[in-house]
């Protein structure tokens, strides 16, 4: 019999933040980083689950000590007790009383809970030689459902009517298994956009990701307001009327600042505005989108489990929203959220980029076609190219859309010398960038 | 130059789960602990500011992480860089772009960042002599804002409109100060309503708290509705028509499942009804208020920022809240809480209990007695009589009313012995646990 027989952590940081990669108004400087963990098996074939927290430095040590907290709930479990039930598994994690305090369902514990449960998911999905995508998708809908923790949702989605939603979706699924093979998903990206960039390498950039197939481009806002009007009418000169372009202001207004700004950028034609509040703020969002219309508004990279995305639904506070793999309680949690959003009919742009979130998320975009709303050419993942070389599966982007990953698991594993070279403090990555300061 | 030279911390565990004081339908067997923080300088009177989060057990060794992650914020600040600006000193730490990836406010870093917000107030009130209820109401109006970070507030109070607030309790100031001192505040008890308890000890436990003058006391419902019948008709008949009683169902329900609870204890006469589901879902409370009027509904010892709670005052969701001294961001963040509550009229009577927890919020009750909403006797602080002992300056009861306490500081100072004694896993206090169990 299978079994766990160790949980390691490890606190992996990339010195990002001296290139401005990844500068917005929010976030000036990120070093970006991974709580990592690894649950391994005693198996012969060296079985082993990944997930890790994504985090952009500091505090990257707490999200370990808290993966290290849960060591005691999965050491000597069989491998059946984990990947034979991922929903009691999950829900003994995130039920757990007295950590249940530290949250509830938020913040460093529900994130590091979260990447212990997509480390299980990695774990089940290896096990049955399945890229995370495909053992999703081919769950029946009955099976989806015990996975879900419904607390707290039944005032909007009980389990009957998520079978009878997941049912509404068996029509079709070969061939929109065999559509995703066939043309990938739609991506969009981000890397033309960072505020730190100046106006001719946003335009170069742009032009890039036009070329290489992207129909959205994404430009962060918010410090500056005539530089975003500006920055806005540069890119629409730079990519013509028929690209998408989206902002993204990262949390950085209050409710009558982002009103006002919005309506400044309002002939900007915008795909969204993304964050443009408190992430918390389910009743701003609903008062800013009503004020700007019919600019799409957007959140969710930050919306900390299903309950908030629940009330962002029910408060017709967004056009779309963004999930993201690494921030609620793992897959489970985003197959509610993604099933609540397909009940009210919103579409779903999943934030990446960070350390390897373009790597998980696009499992769950690809699941969420092919088993839950079928739809994939009204919406697009995030992507951003960086960081990608670190993972053993990285992601493969051909003509602006992601090629769905044929390799079993949930593509979380990064590479042994990768772990190794930019551990904090202790790795050579960090021993250099300190050398080179007393230099 | 007085400076700050060790930010020491500690991982306190009072093993409470096996006396089930403190349980309830979500918690059942708390073992109530404290990752508690020292700020100590280099001032000839040993001059030191405590503060601490209260946990539940388990993952109190993770909060103890978060606080460790805070020491480079303030190793080598001078005593007046943080005592002498307590809003910058706070809108650093929770602003710092890297750890509020971690929230943004909310769950382990937020709680963290609170205590240290707190143990600087501590600092603060020691250093002017005072306890932290007058040092507070001696603030003028204007630096009580300078205090508050407004973010995300202006929608529904600008820092003008605080001030007004301010100036306009400003008359009274000195009677209110001295009717507390003469009169002391309000408290109610939940020590006879634990959901361990048998109804013999239930009854007991309410005689001798209404002998004790309290007015108001509090069950744990949530488990069995038939039970809860029982309990409350039970508490009626033993109490009397004059005393309230509350209900706490700490986050047991869904609101279908809440509504129709409730109707069933509808007879009962409820003072109010605590945590009836989620602490994130604003809505949720909004809808079963409107179901289950006039029993008033209550949220609030869960609720993680300021952001929650203005929207449980736009949404008119409660019609009365907790505040917890040891969850949001330190007293900074509840001062705005407390202007908030203040502005929408709603009542607040403050969560305590836990470890400590009496101590701590009794000084932000009384300061916003005297310099907010000026009212004390249409409101009570929750009072649980245990774990006092371990504090230097333990919270006084007088006929149901906590007097005001006049020694320096927050009251947060726990005594080095049961430091020692507690501490987790290495304390004398586990080492018999742990003997005890092998015998």
Request: charged letters at 25%.
């Amino acid at each position: 019999m299978v079994k766990i027989t160790a949980l390691d952590t490890y606190d992996v940081r990339f010195p990002t933040s001296r290139e401005l990669d990844g500068s917005d108004a929010m976030n000036p400087d990120p070093d970006y980083s991974a709580a990592y963990v690894v649950l391994r098996t005693d198996d012969a074939r060296h079985l082993a689950g990944h997930g890790f927290v994504f985090t952009i430095g500091r505090g990257n040590d707490v999200q370990k000590a808290a993966l290290d907290a849960l060591r005691p709930f999965v050491l000597g479990l069989t491998l059946d007790q984990v990947i034979g039930d991922l929903g009691g598994f999950a829900n003994r994690l995130i039920g757990d009383s007295q950590l249940r305090w530290l949250g509830p369902e938020k913040g460093v514990m529900h994130m590091a809970i979260g990447a212990l449960i997509n480390a299980a998911w990695d774990l089940a999905a290896r096990h049955a030689g399945k890229p995370l995508w495909r053992f999703i998708a081919e769950l029946s809908p009955q099976q989806i459902v015990n996975v879900i923790d419904f607390r707290y949702l039944t005032d909007v989605l009980t389990p009957e009517q998520a079978l009878a939603l997941l049912r509404a979706a068996e029509p079709g699924k070969q061939e929109r298994i065999g559509q995703l093979l066939a043309e990938g998903y739609p991506a969009y990206t981000t890397s033309p956009g960072w505020l730190g960039y100046s106006d001719e390498k946003m335009q170069r950039l742009a032009r890039e990701a036009v070329a290489d197939g992207f129909r959205t481009i994404k430009l962060k806002v918010g410090l500056n307001l005539d530089d975003d009007v500006r920055r806005c009418r540069l890119a629409r000169a730079t990519v013509g009327p028929d690209i998408h372009i989206a902002v993204d202001a990262n949390q950085r207004w209050d409710v009558p600042q982002a009103i006002a700004w919005l309506h400044r950028l309002a002939d900007a034609n915008l795909a969204w505005i993304e964050e443009p509040t408190s992430p918390d703020d389910i009743l701003a969002h609903a008062t800013i989108r009503r004020a700007v219309a019919p600019t799409p508004v957007s959140t969710g990279e930050h919306t900390h489990n299903r309950v908030m995305f629940k009330q962002l639904f029910q408060a017709g506070a967004v056009d779309l929203v963004q999930i993201d793999a690494a921030r609620v309680g793992g897959v489970n949690e985003n197959l509610a959220i993604l099933l609540l959003a397909a009940k009210f009919g919103v579409r779903v742009f999943p934030h990446a980029g960070g350390v390897g979130l373009c790597e998980l998320v696009q499992h769950l975009a690809m699941a969420d076609f092919i088993a839950i709303s079928g739809k994939k050419e009204d919406r697009a993942i995030e992507f951003v190219d960086h960081l990608h070389e670190h993972f053993v599966h990285p992601v493969t982007i051909r003509h602006g859309r992601y090629i769905a990953p044929d390799a079993a698991g949930f593509s979380a594993q990064m590479h042994d010398r990768s772990i190794a070279e930019y551990s904090y403090p202790d790795g050579p990555a960090w021993h250099e960038s300190a050398d080179a300061l007393r230099a």
